[in-house]
């Protein structure tokens, strides 16, 4: 499934009109019709729907809906909120096929009461305005939109709730709270986005007949990373493989104040199908961690005031891939240790406290050849791009991209959704998880689970893909079947791993 800009929503929608000379009324009944067949599936025939249609296209799929929903034998009302010159095209089409099969129509501005006359209303079908808008909602469409969301009615919007921008990067707006917002073609960005989410409600996202090309043209692939696409590329294991198949990984952190963030990242490794791991750390970390990860193997590492010190005894031969950073702190004596680590030809993973090094040392990026990974989270991101946390959080895709596209590497940008970027600026959003990662030690986790999928046999971006799906998954899991999202831990997540592979 895609995600868009406006402007890549309206090149599908030409490029399906013009190279493929599909009809845009065509289209839009497509669309309209799915929408009302998904509706129909959520309320009864007694339930009143007032369909509220805009200007613009938005508009049309609403005329479309309504005739289909009364057509079925709903009890419907099209409740236009511009004036009648303000329909055109196929819009105007759809509002004639509309009252041509009585539909009934009512005009905003000659409404005396408009809170009464929602009031009445047991459904409101939001197709005022969709990716058209620009700008702040201007009147009556503000005073509207608020009267809307002061209604306990069922609020479904069409395409994406009016006044929302479709793209990141938007503070302030006023749009529809809806309920559940019936997504056309491909998913809008702001789904994704902290602050702009929460108006969808929940969403689906239908197909309306768009050619698989008018979404190959597009410059840049997004997409949301699916149950579909994790089965396809996750990699199945034969009974004759034995561990070194399965990949030798090195993880490389941990200090006297932090030890169980290595213990943390190294288990996860090994629960998500690494073949063997090797924790390099201080003698006191080993100690203290070594019993929560018995199959894994150690290399001490000297220290300084509890902290990983050089790191250029650290032997990468036989590896197959390196996460380091875990735990590790910021004591400037460990800084080396990621020099050195970069070195190795094996992919690296950088997380934590080792992006904060790797900030004084950003050149380091540029001398290697084999894959990086980085896995900030938003206060790192922006730290890595001298930018506000705010900064990053209003643009995700744009801040993530432009940082793994400057630097040749992969960039794995935790939140909510996370963003997945490759080094060409290929994007793919998890979906999975919940609230109940939002806790220490989710991130040490991840990085295991990380470590463990890109030695298997995979891309380096779908193992990434797939590894943030497992990790959500398995907290989501957990939460079904036997935790909340106050008690769980991100060890509970390790363990619930196996949940995940055994659903899956
Ligand atoms: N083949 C197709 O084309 C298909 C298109 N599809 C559908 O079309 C939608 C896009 O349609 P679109 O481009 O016509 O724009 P749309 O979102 O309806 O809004 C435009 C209207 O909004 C108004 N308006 C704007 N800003 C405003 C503001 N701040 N405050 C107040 N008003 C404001 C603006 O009014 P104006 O400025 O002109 O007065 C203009 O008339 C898309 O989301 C999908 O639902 C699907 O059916 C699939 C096939
Ligand atoms: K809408």
Request: glycine residues 10%; proline residues 3%; aromatic residues 6%.
């Given at each position: 499934?895609?995600?868009?800009?406006?402007?890549?929503?309206?090149?599908i929608?030409?490029?399906?009109?013009?190279r493929?000379?599909?009809?845009?009324?065509?289209?839009?009944?497509?669309?309209g019709?799915?929408?009302?067949?998904?509706?129909?599936?959520?309320?009864?025939?007694?339930?009143?729907?007032?369909?509220?249609?805009?200007?613009?296209?938005?508009?049309?799929?609403?005329?479309?809906?309504?005739?289909?929903?009364l057509?079925?034998?709903?009890?419907?009302?099209?409740?236009q909120?511009?004036?009648?010159?303000?329909?055109?095209?196929?819009?105007?089409?759809h509002k004639?096929?509309?009252?041509?099969?009585?539909?009934?129509?009512?005009?905003?501005?000659?409404?005396?009461?408009?809170?009464?006359?929602?009031?009445?209303?047991d459904?409101?079908?939001?197709?005022?305005?969709?990716?058209?808008?620009?700008?702040?909602?201007?009147?009556?469409?503000?005073?509207?939109?608020?009267?809307?969301?002061?209604?306990?009615?069922?609020?479904l919007?069409?395409?994406?709730?009016?006044?929302?921008?479709?793209?990141?990067?938007?503070?302030?707006?006023?749009?529809?709270?809806?309920?559940?917002?019936?997504?056309i073609?491909?998913?809008?960005?702001?789904?994704?986005?902290?602050?702009?989410a929460?108006?969808?409600g929940?969403?689906?996202?239908?197909?309306?007949?768009?050619?698989?090309?008018?979404?190959?043209?597009?410059?840049?692939?997004r997409?949301?990373?699916?149950?579909?696409?994790?089965?396809?590329?996750?990699?199945?294991?034969?009974e004759?493989?034995?561990?070194?198949?399965?990949?030798?990984g090195?993880?490389?952190?941990?200090?006297?104040?932090?030890?169980g963030?290595?213990?943390?990242?190294t288990?996860?490794?090994?629960?998500?199908?690494?073949?063997?791991?090797?924790?390099?750390?201080?003698d006191?970390?080993?100690?203290?961690?070594?019993s929560?990860?018995?199959?894994?193997?150690?290399?001490?590492?000297?220290?300084?005031?509890?902290?990983l010190?050089?790191?250029?005894?650290?032997?990468?031969?036989?590896?197959?891939?390196?996460?380091?950073?875990?735990?590790?702190?910021r004591e400037a004596?460990?800084?080396?240790?990621?020099?050195?680590?970069?070195?190795?030809?094996?992919p690296?993973?950088?997380?934590g406290?080792?992006?904060?090094?790797?900030?004084?040392?950003?050149?380091?990026?540029?001398?290697?050849?084999?894959?990086?990974?980085?896995?900030?989270?938003?206060?790192?991101?922006a730290?890595?791009?001298?930018?506000?946390?705010?900064?990053v959080?209003?643009?995700?895709?744009h801040?993530?991209?432009?940082?793994?596209?400057?630097?040749?590497?992969?960039?794995?940008?935790?939140?909510?959704?996370?963003?997945?970027?490759?080094?060409?600026?290929?994007?793919a959003?998890?979906?999975t998880?919940?609230?109940?990662?939002?806790?220490?030690?989710?991130?040490?986790?991840?990085t295991?689970?990380?470590l463990?999928?890109?030695?298997?046999?995979?891309?380096?971006?779908?193992?990434?893909?797939?590894?943030?799906?497992?990790?959500?998954?398995?907290?989501?899991?957990?939460i079904?079947?036997?935790?909340?999202?106050?008690?769980?831990?991100?060890?509970?997540?390790?363990?619930?791993?196996?949940?995940?592979?055994?659903?899956?």
């Amino acid at each position: 499934m895609y995600i868009v800009t406006a402007k890549e929503m309206y090149d599908i929608d030409q490029f399906s009109m013009d190279r493929v000379e599909m009809d845009g009324s065509m289209l839009m009944e497509n669309a309209g019709r799915e929408i009302a067949q998904r509706v129909s599936s959520m309320i009864n025939f007694e339930q009143a729907l007032c369909i509220l249609v805009g200007s613009g296209n938005n508009g049309g799929d609403g005329f479309v809906i309504a005739r289909t929903l009364l057509n079925m034998g709903y009890k419907v009302t099209v409740l236009q909120v511009v004036e009648d010159k303000k329909i055109v095209g196929h819009a105007a089409y759809h509002k004639r096929l509309y009252l041509k099969c009585d539909g009934i129509l009512k005009q905003l501005n000659e409404i005396n009461d408009v809170q009464e006359e929602l009031n009445k209303e047991d459904v409101i079908v939001d197709a005022m305005i969709g990716i058209g808008v620009k700008g702040d909602l201007r009147e009556p469409l503000y005073s509207l939109v608020n009267q809307i969301n002061r209604l306990d009615n069922l609020v479904l919007s069409v395409d994406i709730p009016s006044g929302l921008p479709t793209d990141e990067g938007v503070a302030d707006f006023t749009a529809v709270q809806a309920d559940h917002t019936f997504v056309i073609g491909a998913i809008k960005q702001t789904a994704f986005i902290q602050h702009t989410a929460p108006s969808y409600g929940k969403w689906e996202c239908s197909s309306i007949g768009f050619p698989q090309a008018a979404f190959k043209q597009l410059e840049m692939e997004r997409k949301v990373w699916t149950k579909a696409a994790f089965q396809r590329t996750f990699p199945e294991r034969s009974e004759y493989d034995h561990k070194g198949d399965h990949g030798k990984g090195l993880v490389i952190g941990g200090s006297s104040n932090m030890p169980g963030a290595l213990g943390l990242t190294t288990r996860a490794a090994l629960r998500s199908g690494a073949g063997l791991v090797t924790a390099a750390t201080t003698d006191s970390v080993i100690k203290r961690i070594a019993s929560f990860c018995p199959e894994a193997t150690f290399v001490t590492v000297p220290e300084i005031n509890g902290h990983l010190k050089y790191g250029n005894d650290i032997d990468y031969k036989g590896f197959d891939a390196v996460a380091i950073g875990i735990g590790l702190g910021r004591e400037a004596a460990s800084r080396p240790v990621i020099r050195h680590a970069a070195a190795a030809k094996i992919p690296l993973i950088i997380d934590g406290d080792g992006l904060t090094h790797l900030k004084a040392d950003l050149e380091v990026l540029d001398e290697r050849e084999e894959p990086v990974i980085l896995t900030p989270h938003p206060g790192e991101m922006a730290m890595l791009l001298d930018l506000s946390v705010k900064d990053v959080l209003m643009r995700p895709f744009h801040y993530a991209k432009k940082f793994a596209t400057d630097h040749g590497v992969y960039v794995v940008l935790k939140g909510a959704f996370t963003v997945i970027t490759d080094p060409n600026g290929k994007q793919a959003v998890n979906t999975t998880g919940n609230a109940g990662l939002a806790k220490g030690g989710s991130g040490d986790v991840l990085t295991g689970i990380i470590l463990a999928m890109i030695m298997q046999k995979q891309s380096i971006f779908e193992g990434l893909c797939n590894a943030c799906f497992v990790h959500g998954k398995s907290a989501d899991l957990l939460i079904q079947e036997s935790h909340s999202q106050h008690d769980l831990l991100a060890s509970d997540v390790i363990e619930g791993l196996s949940l995940v592979y055994r659903t899956f």
